[in-house]
């Protein structure tokens, strides 16, 4: 196999790798702050039920969580399992996993806002989704932002997971024509277009975060 | 008919009573200022006027209609969503701590809530805020961010934030206690300027002489009673052992 081919087929990988990341992000930001939602609500039962679910998501391996989404459908409903569900159960997996790492750096940058900001926006007729949507979560995203970046760098390096279900991102196919051509070269190739994905995540998030600095 | 009227108001925190049936009422344009030792109960009255603490007895009346109150058996009836709004829509109150939104810059604090909570004009809201920054000195500071203000600066900006929704009574929670003599100076002047205009004030202050200057009543509060209260004359005059106690140890 020639350098090109054996680059072209790692591109190919990433650009799945990339649709994994993208897509576990798209879900996973919003659903995270749902569930942080329950995690603070004043129902006892909802947080309850909110606390073991994530405390069962974070304790747990993620790879593990794959496995019981993907195979989950056949071994409790006898459900056969298709082509397509296969990329569809690794999507639920990550994004259900990362909403659970997401809802506690929500909640720790919720909780973190002085009740001041609450009170004058009480006192200044804001209702309280305005309250929240206005005031405090453009101030929480700009607190929880180092946060947030550790995860997302974690999750471009976890997408290598969803090689647990043979599905063909980056990881999976470096490791086959690894195997097939009994070299190294893949895995350093692979290496390098993680590192450069990170670099690039990396960057953009700083670019942010200064663009927050606007005020502190 | 008096503007805002606090009946038997009592408070307590888990088990400390911090006000003891105290009943207090402010007039159309009258000047109240609320003094006392830290601790005494000030604040929290300002809080339960405000909406910002419940009470534990007593009612709460704006314009002489009940907005807050404690039945016989102890339930608590609060306003929520719309009719609260309303309520709130009566005062505005300035904090010891500014509580700027420091994410909006000076002007859009100003505009934020007339615009999206009182649904008035862009463009007058704007016009109607700069004109209020430019009455409190700081018509160049539109643009700037709660971050790069002074303390004083801040505080004018929060009067500034409060009276441009039109209240009909205003509160002041201590607020030149987070500043040093030269900017306390600078916005008591601003406040001093308010009573001209008219607007009724509740001010909890620690500063005597601006107390005695500015206020048509003034009331000592001394762990959670009212002890004296008067014309600033008749308080500052009494012959009170607390009061006398508490002014001269102010003097040293």
């Known amino acids: 196999m020639s350098f090109q081919v054996m680059m072209e087929q790692l ?47 974070r304790g747990t391996p993620l790879m593990l969580q794959l496995l019981a989404v993907y195979f989950g459908p056949y071994y409790l409903f006898n459900l056969k399992i298709g082509s397509t569900w296969r990329f569809t159960a690794i999507i639920i997996a990550f994004s259900v996993n990362y ?68 599905y063909a991102e980056m990881f999976t196919i470096a490791k086959q024509i ?39 | 008919m008096a503007l805002l009227e606090m009946n038997h108001i009592s ?32 604040s929290t009255m300002l809080r339960c006027a405000t909406m910002l603490e419940t009470i534990d007895k007593g009612e709460i009346r704006y314009l002489g209609e009940r907005v807050a109150w404690v039945e016989e058996n102890g339930t608590k009836v609060y306003p929520k969503g719309a009719q609260l709004r309303k309520v709130c829509s009566y005062f505005g109150l300035v904090f010891q701590n500014f509580n700027l939104f420091p994410h909006y810059s000076v002007l859009k604090n100003i505009m934020d809530p007339m615009v999206h909570n009182q649904k008035r004009d862009r463009k007058e809201s704007e016009k109607e805020a700069r004109a209020l920054l430019d009455r409190m000195g ?28 039109n209240p009909k009574i205003l509160f002041f929670d201590e607020p030149t206690s987070a500043l040093d003599p030269e900017l306390t100076g600078e916005v008591l002047k601003v406040i001093r300027s308010l009573a001209d205009l008219h607007i009724a004030m509740v001010i909890v ?48």
């Not at chain 2, 004296?228 to 001269?248: I, N, S, Y």
């Open chain 1, 99 to 166: 909403s659970a790492y997401f809802a506690e750096i929500y909640r720790s940058g919720i909780e973190s806002m002085p009740p001041g900001q609450y009170e004058a926006a009480k006192l200044l007729g804001y209702s309280r989704s305005s309250t929240f949507m206005r005031i405090i979560f453009p101030q929480v995203v700009k607190r929880i932002l180092p946060s947030v970046t550790n995860e997302v760098i974690t999750l471009v390096k976890d997408t290598s997971l969803a090689f647990s279900l043979a």
């Open chain 2, 11 to 42: 408070k307590s925190f888990s088990d400390l009573e911090v006000i003891k049936d105290i009943s207090l009422k402010v007039d159309e344009g009258e000047v109240l200022s609320i003094i006392g030792p830290s601790g005494s109960g000030k």
């Open chain 2, 205 to 252: 202050t620690h500063e005597m002489n601006f107390a005695r200057g500015i206020s048509d009543h003034v009331i000592f509060m001394d762990k959670g009673i009212v002890e004296v209260e008067g014309t600033p004359d008749e308080v500052f005059e009494a012959e009170h052992v607390r009061m006398q106690a508490f002014l001269g140890k102010l003097e040293h």
């Open chain 1, 178 to 216: 690894a195997a097939k051509e009994t070299s190294f070269m893949p895995f350093i190739a692979a290496a390098i277009f993680y590192y450069v994905f990170n670099a690039v995540v990396a960057f953009l998030m700083e670019r942010i975060e200064k663009a927050l600095n606007y005020y502190t």
């Open chain 1, 11 to 57: 591109a190919g990988g990433l650009m799945k790798s990339i649709s994994i990341f993208l897509l576990t992000l798209l879900f996973s930001l919003p659903l995270g702050l749902l569930v942080s939602f329950g995690r603070m609500s004043k129902n006892r039962i909802i947080r309850s039920v909110v606390w073991v679910f994530i405390s069962i998501l």
């Open chain 2, 138 to 165: 700081l018509a160049d500071k539109a643009d700037a961010y709660p971050c790069q203000l002074s303390g004083g600066q801040s505080q004018r900006v929060a009067i500034a934030r409060a009276l441009a929704l």
